[in-house]
């Protein structure tokens, strides 16, 4: 919130058009870098000043005059001035003290998080591994964390302390180990470090106490379990589950979430990812269609998991979550690339879920048009309720959520703190449901921002809508049907209604629509409400359905308690240290500059989570690094992430699954099938194949001499294939084709009609 210091507020006299004196306009774009003067005028649009530029603010009866320096005439409101106020910065961290030496580690940097901090240090010469110690908050001595949080990353190490109370007094050492253990007298502490809470207001916690592994303050629940999943250890990682009523145990990541399937263990677990992980990774996977699927037994069974990340660089890529039936899932700061259909789809009967600083990227190309970036990036539906989904970051999605299908009750969900970075539509798109949209950063949006159909009930409340065309839609009436041919986005359902608060529109288009009630009570995009606890009236009614607006938003049964920021804050808070995404906004640096009206498949950024590698190496003490390569590029902030897609790493693949390739790096034509049988890969099992006929071609180029394996179906009795025009044959008992490929450019056709399912090149 901001201090009344630095504000204050000018109702207007009267509601006129925003005019200028000889039609200056000396305003600047909203820098977030920086403490700018913002002027808010009575049609939500918003114009900002670069303080250290600005002479004088001064009022003339209903005018308000701007005046920069070096300039004889200002900028002239006349009469539409609404509110000027100071915008602050972005938010940055806190920096703990550092208490390095001469003959000591050297710690480079050390900071909390939303309850978690971390410490980075140099190599200390001689040493083997760390121990990393912490004091503060609920740990009143110092204390040993678990060694898998100790991570090398060539260059310099790291520890991340995950499960923290909020607090002030934090405490790290670093303390290097060599052959003959603890060198006691090398060890660096930092203290001062300054903890904070994530923010619990939404629907996932209304009536409902520590969704996930974790209570309300942040500590681990009693008894939880805490398994560490990296690249390597995802096939291998066990534990005890209660199945039935024995204890057995399980081996693998998707296996261990399936043993909870049973029921009868409801220990909450907290399962951490530490680098890169994908989907050749995995033991298996449980829903062919998404990836990894998180079920409980019944409707609405309890499974407090929480799958989060460890640091700036956990991700998952080439799969997404299914979650179904399950009460009290959490998931929290890791990145999903690519993932198989959605990155998350709560698919059926779940309740009290939350999904929070997540990284959401481009899906696998499906086979519809409308799914160049993926199909879906949290989508859901099927009786689920009380949800909530806050600060992500959606890199240019296509289709950011749907929010029902079609029948579903009142389920009460919320969209808070969200950065829709450049994606497309869908923020959300809602059937039936009552939703809370509040305080998100709509930036640069190429289709429509909040879309209602089939009856639906949203509260857009104190968001920041910068250049989105059609920033909220009514099916079949307002902007939803202003053009030439009267057809609507959302195939033609009824309407719902949109009650709109306190949001504002900055770097409005020639394109911007936006129509109020009390505007046009037929073709409206929204009621404006003049107040948050204004109640909107029965004769607000949807022209297609005739539905009206439920009001829950102020029946106090209903709702949760929660403190919303100034819409001119909401694009600080969100790209500020405690903001939406991972920790420090995560790994991944990409520039959308001069993106804003372009919905296209980005294929550069395509191509570079294609090319994506953490530079995670290894746990401190294991013997092995964690990918044997880690040089790999994690992006910068020129767009150069991982080079030329010719410019390729050690291992690439490609399978079909979507029925599109899963890798750009491939140019392919040809017809797909899932009724050909299988072909199972480094212990996944792909039911989709590329079938291999005259018209199929496969292109690629290499820029180095690598080994191709190609993997054919159970049922294939032949098992050839043209490389580059010559036929090459295959092995017909485990129905793989090898060959050797010189720098180049290559080609493959058919030599006998087979069916592909899966690529891999191999330096």
């Given amino acids: 919130m901001r201090n009344p210091f630095y504000c204050f507020v000018l109702l207007a006299a009267m509601s006129c058009t925003l005019s200028f004196a000889q039609n200056t306009d000396n305003s600047v774009k909203r820098d977030v870098t920086k403490t700018q003067m913002s002027v808010k005028t009575t049609d939500n649009s918003v114009r900002y000043y670069n303080i250290d530029a600005l002479n004088k603010v001064s009022f003339e009866d209903d005018k308000t005059i701007v005046l920069p320096n070096g300039l004889t005439s200002g900028d002239v409101y006349d009469g539409v001035v609404n509110e000027i106020s100071f915008v602050k910065k972005s938010q940055q961290a806190d920096d703990g003290i550092i208490n390095n030496a001469n003959g000591q580690v050297e710690v480079t940097t050390a900071k909390g998080w939303q309850e978690s901090l971390y410490v980075c240090w140099m190599p200390f010469a001689g040493a083997t591994s760390y121990n990393v110690y912490v004091k503060g908050g609920q740990y009143a001595e110092y204390t040993r964390i678990d060694r898998e949080l100790v991570r090398d990353y060539g260059s310099y190490g790291r520890a991340d302390i ?66 560490y999943v990296t690249a390597k250890t995802a096939k291998t990682v066990s534990t005890e589950v209660l199945v039935d009523k024995s204890k057995v145990t399980r081996t693998g990541l998707q296996d261990i979430i399936d043993a909870y399937q049973k029921g009868t263990d409801t220990t909450p677990l907290a399962i951490r990812i530490i680098g890169k992980v994908t989907r050749e990774d995995l033991d298996k996977i449980s829903s062919s269609s998404e990836g990894l699927q998180v079920k409980g037994k019944n409707a609405y069974s309890l499974m407090p998991i929480t799958i989060e990340g460890v640091g700036e660089d956990a991700t998952v890529s080439g799969f997404g979550f299914l979650v179904r039936n ?93 950065w829709f970075d450049h994606s497309d539509s869908r923020h959300p798109r809602i059937r039936c449901m009552s939703v809370h949209i509040w305080n998100n950063y709509f930036d640069g949006v190429a289709k429509y921002g909040v879309g209602v159909t089939s009856g639906a009930s949203a509260f857009v409340e104190a968001n920041y809508f910068r250049n989105c065309n059609k920033p909220m839609l009514i099916s079949m009436q307002g902007s939803d049907i202003n053009n030439s041919e009267h057809k609507g986005t959302f195939s033609s359902e009824d309407g719902g209604i949109i009650k709109s608060f306190a949001n504002v529109f900055a770097e409005k288009s020639s394109n911007f629509k936006y129509v109020t009630w009390q505007q046009d009570n037929v073709e409206f995009d929204a009621y404006e409400a003049s107040e948050r606890n204004e109640v909107v009236p029965d004769e607000v009614k949807a022209k297609k359905g005739g539905t009206g607006y439920d009001n829950f938003d102020t029946n106090a049964s209903l709702m949760y308690s929660y403190s919303p920021a100034n819409a001119i804050d909401v694009p600080s808070n969100v790209t500020g240290y405690y903001g939406a995404g991972r920790l420090n906004h995560g790994d991944f640096l990409w520039d959308f500059t001069g993106k804003d009206a372009n919905y296209d498949v980005d294929t550069a950024l395509k191509s570079a989570l294609n090319n994506y590698k953490s530079k995670f190496v290894k746990i401190f003490g294991d013997d092995s690094d964690e990918t044997g390569d880690d040089s790999g590029d994690t992006g910068d902030d020129s767009g150069d992430i991982g080079g030329d897609p010719g410019e390729t790493g050690d291992v690439i693949t490609c399978d079909f699954a979507g029925k599109a390739p899963s890798n750009s790096f491939f140019s392919v034509s040809g017809n797909y099938s899932n009724s050909k049988g299988t072909a199972t890969v480094d212990g996944t099992t792909y039911t989709t194949c590329l079938k291999i006929e005259s018209s199929t071609s496969i292109s690629f180029t290499t820029s180095a001499k690598m080994k191709m394996t190609l993997y054919f179906g159970s049922g294939d009795s032949k098992v050839n294939i043209k490389v580059d025009g010559t036929k090459v044959s295959g092995d017909t008992t485990t129905k793989t084709l090898t060959a050797d490929l010189e720098p180049g450019n290559h080609q493959l056709t058919k030599a006998d009609s087979c069916n592909l399912f899966y690529i891999k090149l191999e330096k």
Avoid at 178 to 207: P, S, W
Avoid at 349 to 378: C, E, M, P, R, V
């Fill in 326 to 418: 399950c009460k009290g899932v959490e998931m929290r700061n890791f990145a999903i690339m690519l993932c198989m259909d959605d990155c998350i789809s709560l698919d059926t009967n779940n309740s009290n879920i939350w999904l929070h600083n997540l990284d959401l990227f481009y899906g696998q190309t499906g086979g519809d048009a409308d799914q160049a970036k993926g199909d879906g990036t949290i989508d859901l539906k099927g009786g689920t309720k009380y949800v909530t989904i806050s600060s992500n970051r959606y890199w240019d999605c296509g289709k950011s959520s749907l929010c029902g299908m079609g029948g579903d009750d009142a389920n009460y969900i919320t969209y808070q703190n969200n």
């Fill in 162 to 227: 995950l499960g923290l109370k909020a607090g002030e007094g934090y405490e790290v050492k670093v303390v290097p180990v060599d052959a003959n253990g603890e060198v006691a007298y090398a060890a660096t502490t930092a203290t001062g470090i300054k903890v904070v809470n994530y923010n619990r207001e939404g629907f996932a916690h209304l009536n409902y106490s520590g969704v996930g592994a974790y209570n309300d303050d942040g500590t681990l629940k009693d008894g939880a379990k805490v398994l």
